[in-house]
């Protein structure tokens, strides 16, 4: 009998109401505003800044991903079945899918197997609607600066060719990268190139992802750098006059998603920022909202510990006040053997030589979650084709390292799968030897803090830069941002900037091509290489196998 898919089993399982989930939090029903049965949104005033402080995060990352993902939230979610399976009170908070990679070929970001969160077609698709107020706040401000161009009585005197602010939609769609609006005549507007990004690349997004409440929201939505006059003065989303008609847009989408995992357990589902070019990690408030609300958290952090756990650590702990207690590691054998050089097709295949050559950059992974104070917990994240072999040398060769290595199979078994893991990362979260501390201090000179991520991250010789990234440095300086983290965007399938080193990586230098101002999200985005943020289609898209029966039922969906 073969294994069930992802959409099968979360169709199976039988639904709590969302009222009966809230009572686990000790949250009355008359707090929440409904979604329908399953699905809720949590007031702010829930948010207690001492239990925060109080309560035990636990972060989720992973070593450098194979193009399908090493499993991070599902193993998000299993961990968090486990914790309750032993006794804990835990809740697990997590990004919110985009639609783009579920029509396209990645599949949702609900968890696999029986290490989901439900209901799971809803959280795939457009769920509460918070994707949708991101794409209209994003696109107002993108139409106030094509009507300040076009009024003549109000003009802020842009100039049309340094305007950087892009319009946005939830779908791959690789036609709408660059563009020419303004088209047909005068009354249609100044014609100027344009394009899209895909929502989840919106600076709104991570604006939204960065935010403690409305005022700071608005805040932060005015600080958006749009580009500059005919004089070559800087202008902001402020300066049109913007933040509050934006903030009144996502006035619902600010509140946490409550949700749950298949066995009935809490699940916080809330924003969702890429994490090759932005922060790669839910909302600071849907963290907080989770840690006041239960005494262990489980979050994760987008692609490779390099990319999401880096910012996760430097960024939003930093704007947040929070500080992890424990951190999970997550290493697939296939990973490994692709890191040894495996071609895609022999992924499935185990070979301990190459799971040998591929552990270095497990290796590299683990010393960099040290250098933030944290000893990881490696979740080997079962796959049938693993040998025990390869689980034996993984588990002996952490083992050398002073690093836990536990067999994970949550996919299979769910919580059940996941006691050991939990019991493991409890150890670690109460342990007196983690003490987080930030990779660099942010005061430290724009290149100092990318050189100190590139060489004791990436394990990079040096850092150079094109002209444009020095020009684009001069500009951070005169518009004083020298003071704020910095968020690099690069490629997530290597520790370098070219994808086609795997493993680890020596002897490289890495190259700075440009530089983007996020300045309401609080962070400048240093540019390696060429960065996708409307990505397209493949071939045969996941949407051609999609559909629905007359009575409601979807198919297809992964």
């Known amino acids: 009998m073969s294994f069930p898919g992802d959409l099968e089993i979360a169709q199976n399982c039988k639904l709590k109401h969302i009222n009966s989930i809230a009572e686990k939090l000790n949250i009355s029903s008359e707090e929440l505003d409904?979604?329908?049965?399953?699905?809720?949104?949590?007031?702010?005033?829930?948010?207690?800044?001492?239990?925060v402080k109080k309560n035990k995060l636990i972060l989720v990352t992973a070593i450098t991903p194979t193009p399908a993902g090493e499993g991070k939230t599902t193993v998000s979610i299993g961990l968090t079945e486990g914790l309750n399976k032993i006794g804990k009170k835990a809740t697990v908070v997590l990004r919110e899918p985009s639609l783009g990679p579920v029509f396209g070929m990645k599949g949702g970001a609900a968890g696999g197997g029986y290490s989901q969160v439900v209901p799971m077609e809803d959280i795939n698709l457009h769920f509460t609607g918070d994707f949708a107020a991101v794409e209209k706040a994003n696109n107002l401000l993108s139409a106030l600066i094509d009507n300040n161009l076009q009024n003549k009585l109000h003009s802020l005197q842009l100039d049309p060719r340094q305007i950087y602010w892009k319009r946005v939609m939830d779908m791959n769609d690789r036609s709408l990268r660059k563009i020419t609006i303004?088209?047909?005549?005068?009354?249609?507007?100044?014609?100027?190139?344009?394009?899209?990004?895909?929502?989840?690349?919106s600076e709104v997004m991570a604006i939204l992802c960065m935010s403690s409440g409305i005022g700071d929201l608005k805040q932060k939505l005015g600080n958006i750098f749009v580009g500059f006059t005919m004089d070559k003065k800087p202008v902001f989303a402020r300066d049109l006059k913007a933040e509050g008609a934006m903030a009144v847009l996502l006035k619902d989408a600010i509140k946490p998603n409550l949700v749950q995992t298949l066995e009935g357990n809490p699940a916080i589902i809330h924003g969702g920022p890429f994490a090759n070019i932005a922060q790669g990690t839910n909302t600071i408030l849907a963290t907080k909202?989770?840690?006041?609300?239960?005494?262990?958290?489980?979050t994760e952090a987008g692609f490779g510990a390099d990319l999401g756990a880096e910012k996760f650590m430097d960024i939003k702990c930093g704007y947040g006040k929070l500080k992890p207690n424990a951190l999970v590691l997550v290493a697939t054998i296939r990973a490994l053997r692709h890191h040894g050089g495996a071609k895609k097709?022999?992924?499935n295949t185990a070979d301990i030589?190459?799971?040998?050559?591929?552990?270095?950059?497990?290796?590299?992974?683990?010393?960099?979650?040290?250098?933030?104070?944290?000893?990881?917990?490696?979740?080997?994240?079962?796959?049938?084709?693993?040998?025990i072999e390869e689980i034996d040398f993984v588990i002996g060769k952490c083992a050398e390292m002073g690093a836990k290595a536990i067999l994970a199979k949550g996919f299979a078994e769910g919580g059940e799968g996941m006691k050991k893991l939990a019991e493991a990362v409890v150890v670690e979260a109460n342990s007196d030897s983690n003490e987080f501390k930030p990779l660099y201090d942010w005061s430290l000179p724009v290149k100092e803090k990318?050189?100190?991520i590139a060489r004791e991250i990436y394990g990079a010789d040096a850092v150079n830069y094109t002209k444009e990234a020095e020009g684009d440095l001069k500009m951070i300086d005169k518009l004083q941002l020298g003071s704020l983290p910095v968020c690099i965007a690069k490629t997530q399938k290597s520790f370098s900037d070219d994808e086609s080193k795997i493993g680890r990586p020596?002897?490289?230098?890495?190259?700075?091509?440009?530089?983007?101002?996020a300045v309401g999200a609080g962070f400048v985005i240093p540019i390696l290489g060429e960065m996708m943020r409307m990505p397209g289609l493949p071939a045969i898209p996941a949407s051609e196998g999609m559909n629905i029966d007359d009575n409601g039922i979807i198919t297809g969906l992964s």
Not at 182 to 201: C, H, Q
């Open 34 to 51: 409904h979604f329908g049965k399953y699905k809720a949104k949590l007031p702010l005033h829930l948010i207690s800044e001492d239990s």
């Open 182 to 201: 303004g088209l047909g005549g005068t009354g249609n507007g100044m014609p100027r190139e344009d394009g899209f990004n895909i929502t989840a690349a």
């Open 289 to 298: 909202m989770g840690l006041s609300l239960s005494d262990y958290v489980v």
């Open 345 to 347: 097709e022999e992924y």
């Open 353 to 387: 030589q190459r799971v040998k050559k591929g552990f270095e950059n497990l290796e590299k992974h683990i010393e960099n979650c040290r250098k933030f104070g944290i000893n990881p917990v490696v979740a080997i994240n079962h796959f049938p084709a693993d040998s």
């Open 450 to 452: 990318i050189e100190k």
């Open 506 to 517: 020596r002897g490289f230098v890495i190259t700075v091509r440009e530089f983007e101002f």
